[in-house]
């Protein structure tokens, strides 16, 4: 028996036609497959499952809590030229000090690339710190090796960086 997938007019014209044994055998099977999978389903016993995530973090009793007075007062401890500039700068990186890089680095300015001895490996891209004091520390170790590339070059105003860090 020859399946016709076409048929053709008076006209000389193609028709599709529909080849019913086909398409009987081909909806019964999806009907059978459809069966089977739902009837399998319902026939089993509900399952509980139990998801279990244990993080491990060493909270460090001299360290500070990532929020804006703790930060700081930290980094005004440091000597950190313009902190409230550098808060602002923490808080975008960290999304109000609540992203992964943040909390998971102990990393409050997102810093990606240091060769300091604070840094204690990476993750995600992002340098990881044993305590967020010691992010500050490497913060403010890299603005003073910054500020001291351009004094003298960035402004002609004699101790231009001194200037910089009185101003508040």
């Known amino acids: 028996m020859k399946r016709k997938f076409f048929t053709m007019d008076s006209d000389m014209n193609m028709k599709k036609s529909l080849n019913y044994p086909l398409f009987f055998w081909v909806v019964a099977a999806i009907t059978v497959v459809q069966s089977a999978t739902i009837g399998g389903l319902m026939s089993r016993e509900p399952r509980v499952i139990k998801v279990v995530s244990t993080v491990i973090d060493t909270v460090y009793t001299d360290d500070i809590k990532p929020n804006d007075s703790a930060i700081t007062r930290e980094l005004i ?43 204690v490996g990476k993750n995600k891209g992002h340098c990881v710190y044993k305590t967020y004091k010691d992010c500050l520390r490497d913060y403010v170790r890299i603005q003073n090796h910054y500020l001291s590339s351009i004094d003298g070059r960035y402004a002609e105003a004699k101790g231009y960086i001194q200037q910089l860090k009185i101003v508040k």
């Not at 808080?91 to 998971?104: L, N, Q, V, Y």
Request: aromatic share 6%.
């Open 77 to 119: 401890k440091l000597g950190c030229v313009l902190p409230n500039v550098a808060i602002a700068q923490f808080k975008i990186e960290t999304g109000h000090f609540k992203s992964p890089i943040c909390i998971e680095n102990k990393n409050v300015a997102g810093i990606k690339t240091s060769t300091s001895k604070y840094v």
